[in-house]
């Protein structure tokens, strides 16, 4: 029987935060279910770098036929806000406190498969800054944001 956690959840208390992403991109750990709900998946971390791929199709457009911008946020604040994590020591969490994302080109249904790089700007105490890109598969940016995450200490016992 394994010693890992069985969820991120669980995991978040145990290991530190690239342990537990490597251990997701291993498949160690299943991932964080927005992922399967918003088609995206994290596949590459380093010491605050996480990168994501994402597929687009017809199950994330919005009204006008277009790829809603709620799932580049979404994934912008993902990659964000697991570049934060790789900084961070077992029990030591985050959250996100504001995203900010501008769209530069239309992400269609037909765009397929997108990147998406997260890396942090500065790692402080209490608050981290990060910024994401996201491209498609010919490199053109369709999108970039930044997210401010609040350090989140265990609570004393």
Excluded at 93 to 102: A, D, E, F, K, P
Excluded at 121 to 147: C, F, K, M, V, Y
């Amino acid at each position: 029987m394994s010693d890992l956690p069985r969820t991120t959840a669980e995991a978040m208390g145990k290991m530190p935060g690239r342990d537990l992403l490597q251990a997701v991109i291993d498949g160690r750990i299943p991932p964080a279910t927005i992922g399967q709900t918003m088609s995206f998946d994290l596949v590459r971390i380093d010491d605050g770098v996480a990168v994501f791929e994402g597929r687009t199709g017809p199950h994330i457009l919005n009204p006008q036929g277009m790829v809603h911008g709620g799932w580049a946020l979404t994934l912008i604040d993902s990659a964000t806000g697991c570049a934060a994590h790789t900084t961070l020591p077992a029990g030591v969490g985050y959250t996100s406190v504001s995203t900010q994302t501008n769209f530069t080109r239309p992400i269609t249904a037909d765009t397929g498969t997108v990147v998406c790089e997260g890396r942090v700007i500065n790692a402080g105490r209490q608050i981290i800054t990060a910024e994401a890109t996201i491209r498609d598969g010919a490199g053109r940016l369709l999108a970039h944001g930044q997210s401010t995450l609040m350090v989140l200490q265990p609570r004393a016992a």
